[in-house]
């Protein structure tokens, strides 16, 4: 028996080691497992955690300062901020918040080395013992996340960058250092970052004269600032600051007494709100600023300005694009860290202003919306670089914040002629004195009645025949007159605007008065056009460089011939045609076009000498027939606006420079093009110009090719095995298409994970394209959001309407059921009343009056009864 036992214990000790081995085989393999399938990103994420860390610097840490915009002088003209922080050194904290921070926090931060090995134990062990959330990251842990990834995801990767970075950090900073970052950069609920504007803002004091009640409020905040909001919910706030005080008093930072005395003080709240005044809607110079800002930061992240459309479809989907971006941009520049310097000079913005002002007095109507009528939009160019000088949305800011020069897009008329029918004839070869022939063609009528039949450009284009601008147009072949303005970027440009009818104004959405001022600039520079801005440049004082500066870049649209020969044919609209109320009375050589529409609902007119530019719009809102006085505003304006600037800017009264190759005798023009000879400015401004632009472009490129060389001193391996990394990530982020929204989450991490791998790819080009396929795919990812949003938004109203329609059905159901009972009443009463006037009683009145009251209930029913005529026999 004993012997039978003995060998049954030794089977089991046999079977043992093979459990002990399986179970170690199993533990291998799912390591093995996990690392085949993770280890790839694990290693990724170690590795981006390093690369992040290499380059942090004690600036990094510094909260960003406001947006400041500078006029052309340096004068600070507005601050944009949507939040308040104040950098205090460590020497000068509150010894009691750094403490208390530590305590309540981070016990043992003065031991790790930016990972808690032991907290994260105790977090995993309170998760699964207990079912009670506890943090596992350090201070330092916390930096990271809020102030370097700025990335609140809970995913593994993102987590193992965060503790990298945080062991990196321990090693370049000391313990003070960190923990003054820490509490200058925390964020503290309501616009406020670090513990010392929440003194301000919470109690209007400084963090050196808080009590300790008030100390332990601040420190219960960073943990959850939204959920432990002290103006939100007091009464949370309340709890966590006396748990606060607790852990105070037993780590022996406040004695029994101040405990039992502070935690029952109320949370003694007195909100110094902190205003952040964003507005520049009442300063039209500033918003066009701040336009033109968010849209270069727009192009500096890799989005792509577009102004030709195939479709409507391509159009209103790039215009969605485009608006979601400036949204971003623009919330950017307000998070503050940019230096913006432009060329607004405001003596002269507010003596434009003051102008327009004046001509505009006497019109005191207002439309049904209660904005001033007629409306107007002005825009100054400076000719020679292609700056708006001075820039008018709308005749006030009080009570209407639309600037009208940059989102006004209305019908410009006869005004669009210059730069879509008659410059590109021009270069076609015709003449100013060419003969051409106003007729009947394709049902377009003049402003007047009848035809001249045969006329010269001059005299149609001073006379304003539309006739002759559709046929110029007409006979161009290569669609300059669409073209051209693409390449001038007026940014409203339909695939319907690709047709003759625009040379006579028949735009599908309009145009800006900036669009129309620098389309018609280019005439003065030889055809050479300078986009409209009121910038010089923008600095990201963060990462110290420049994001854009304005070089006044040229791009060639008409030539200089041409541009000539326009300018000098508007110089006769001016002396003998339509435009003769806008001649400038100091100066001889003015060169404009008018512009009205059908039943002149829109004024138009631009004009120009060789230093300036000035369109000028008027119209209503609601686009309404103006009158003849109204109409002729726009001249009035520009009239005004002219004779100041040529004071002000002090220009000489000279014409418009002729090019050697064209001869003038009186109206007549002539082109000399057989053995021209270039002058030094045509090799300059042609050959030379194009060499160098092709020489800088190589450079560029080449740079851009080499750059992870030069620069990083990276092998071509290196390089390319990073780039493989994140064409790997796009492709797998491609493989899973997302088709419901619970998927949306996973997909934001996905994206993100790419653009941490994107940070590691030093070679330019690459770079640029991957930010352009990441920016694609997370553009198609909020749509395909939008859309889960719609379609759901969609059932709720299906159901809605589906228990709307119930509901009525019921409601009138009850309805005819009403009528149907008083019917017999309105019968037995409709009897009495003809027995009460054949009898003549008393109470004939009286029974009549009763009829009426049933039929009225009836009708309130929705029956329908008929008026009742009593015919009242003569005999009686």
């Given amino acids: 028996m004993r012997e039978a036992k003995r060998n049954t214990v030794k089977r089991k000790h046999r079977k043992w080691p093979w459990i002990i081995l399986i179970l170690i085989i199993l533990i291998l393999s799912g390591i093995g497992t996990f690392w085949m399938k993770y280890g790839y990103d694990i290693k990724g994420a170690i590795a981006d ?54 305590k309540v926090e981070d016990q043992r931060f003065y031991i790790h080395h930016g990972v808690d090995v032991y907290a994260i134990i105790r977090s995993i062990g309170a998760r699964i013992l207990h079912r009670r959330i ?146 520049v809607s009442n300063n039209y ?29 391509e159009m209103s989907q790039y215009y969605a694009k485009y608006q979601q971006e400036f949204e971003r941009a623009r919330g950017e520049l307000l998070e503050g860290g940019y230096s913006i310097h432009t060329t607004i000079d405001m003596d002269v913005q507010n003596k434009i202003e003051s102008i327009v002002s004046d001509t505009y007095k006497s019109y005191t109507g207002r439309d049904v919306h209660g904005k001033l009528a007629p409306q107007v939009s002005s825009t100054v160019v400076d000719n020679q670089t292609g700056d708006v000088l001075a820039i008018i949305g709308g005749r006030t800011t009080d009570g209407d914040q639309v600037n ?41 009528k003049n402003w007047y009645s009848g035809y001249k039949g045969k006329t010269t450009v001059r005299d149609a284009l001073a006379n304003s025949i539309n006739t002759v601008a559709y046929k110029l147009a007409l006979e161009d072949n290569k669609h300059l007159y669409y073209n051209n ?51 010089s440049s923008i600095y990201d004082n963060a990462n110290e460089r420049y994001i854009y500066q304005n070089t006044h870049p040229k791009k060639s649209i008409y030539t200089r011939d041409a541009s000539y020969m326009t300018l000098n044919t508007m110089q006769s609209v001016i002396s003998d045609g339509s435009g003769k109320n806008a001649k400038l009375d100091n100066y001889d050589f003015t060169a404009g076009k008018t512009g009205t529409t059908d039943d002149t609902k829109d004024s138009y007119f631009v004009g120009m000498t060789p230093r300036f530019t000035i369109a000028n719009w008027t119209g209503n809102d609601m686009p309404s027939t103006l009158t003849a006085a109204e109409e002729n505003l726009s001249m009035q304006a520009f009239k005004a606006e002219g004779e100041y600037l040529v004071d002000s800017l002090k220009e000489k009264n000279k014409d418009f420079k002729k090019p050697s190759t064209i001869t003038v005798n009186g109206d007549k023009l002539s082109v000399q093009t057989k053995n021209r000879k270039q002058s030094i400015q045509d090799i300059i401004d042609t050959d030379f110009s194009k060499y160098n632009t092709e020489q800088t472009n190589k450079n560029s490129e080449r740079l851009a090719n080499l750059d992870y060389r030069i620069i990083y001193h990276l092998t071509k391996k290196e390089e390319y095995s990073r780039e493989r990394k994140v064409e790997k990530a796009i492709e797998k982020y491609k493989e899973s298409p997302i088709i419901k929204q619970s998927q949306y989450n996973k997909k934001l991490d996905q994206l993100q994970k790419i653009r941490y791998l994107n940070a590691n ?72 009343v003809k027995d009460a006037y054949n009898n003549d009683d008393s109470d004939k009145e009286n029974q009549k009056q009763k009829l009426i009251d049933i039929m009225n209930e009836i009708r309130s029913y929705g029956g329908n009864v008929p008026d009742v005529k009593i015919n009242v026999n003569s005999s009686n």
């Avoid at 701040?290 to 030709?308: H, I, P, R, T």
């Avoid at 730069?419 to 590109?424: G, K, N, V």
């Avoid at 395909?784 to 059932?795: C, G, R, V």
């Avoid at 409601?811 to 009897?831: E, G, H, I, T």
Wanted: net charge positive.
């Fill in 49 to 102: 955690g390093y690369s992040y860390s290499e380059g942090l610097t004690k600036s990094d840490f510094r909260p960003k300062n406001s947006t400041v915009i500078y006029d052309r002088n340096g004068k600070v003209l507005k601050k944009l901020s949507q939040s308040s922080s104040d950098y205090v050194p460590i020497n000068k904290i509150n010894p009691k918040i750094t403490k208390g921070l530590v």
């Fill in 134 to 279: 506890e943090g596992g990251s350090t201070l330092t842990q916390q930096l990271v996340k809020n102030v370097v990834l700025k990335d609140q995801s809970q995913t593994v990767d993102r987590k193992l960058k965060e503790m990298v970075i945080a062991q990196q950090l321990e090693k370049k900073f000391t313990k003070k250092q960190i923990l003054e970052f820490y509490i200058n950069d925390v964020y503290m609920g309501h616009g406020s970052y670090g513990f010392s504007s929440a003194a301000d803002y919470y109690f209007s004091k400084n963090q050196n004269e808080l009590s300790i009640d008030k100390l332990a409020m601040l420190v219960g905040i960073p943990n959850n600032p939204a959920y432990y909001d002290p103006v939100s919910y007091p009464q949370r706030s309340l709890k966590r600051r006396n748990m606060v005080l607790y852990i105070f008093y037993k780590n022996k930072l406040i004695s029994h007494n101040a405990y039992l005395n502070a935690r029952k003080r109320p949370l003694g709240l007195k909100i110094n709100e902190h205003k952040f005044d964003n507005d």
């Fill in 285 to 313: 110079a500033l918003s066009y600023a701040v336009n033109n800002a968010a849209e270069e930061l727009m192009k500096s992240s890799g989005f792509m300005m577009k102004y030709k459309f195939s479709s409507d479809k």
């Fill in 404 to 444: 009208r020069a940059i989102t006004g897009y209305r019908q410009p008329g006869s005004a669009s002629k210059p730069i879509t029918a008659y410059a590109p004839a021009f270069e076609r070869g015709y003449l100013p004195q060419s003969t051409v022939i106003d007729s009947a063609i394709a049902g377009r």
């Fill in 485 to 535: 303005l693409i390449k001038m970027d007026f940014a409203r440009l339909a695939p319907e605007d690709d047709n003759p009818i625009i040379a006579i104004g028949g735009f599908q959405n309009g145009v800006t008065t900036t669009e129309m001022a620098s389309a018609y600039s280019s005439f003065s520079r030889g055809g050479s056009f300078i986009a409209p801005s009121n910038l």
């Fill in 761 to 832: 790819v030093k070679r330019q080009n690459a770079k640029s394209d991957f930010n352009n396929q990441i920016l694609d795919l997370q553009k198609d990812l909020n749509m395909s959001q939008a859309m889960f949003q719609t379609s759901k938004d969609n059932k709720k109203i299906a159901k809605y309407n589906q228990e709307k329609e119930q509901i009525e059905s019921e409601r009138a159901s009850k309805r005819k059921a009403k009528v149907n009972d008083l019917m017999p009443q309105y019968n037995s009463q409709l009897q009495k």
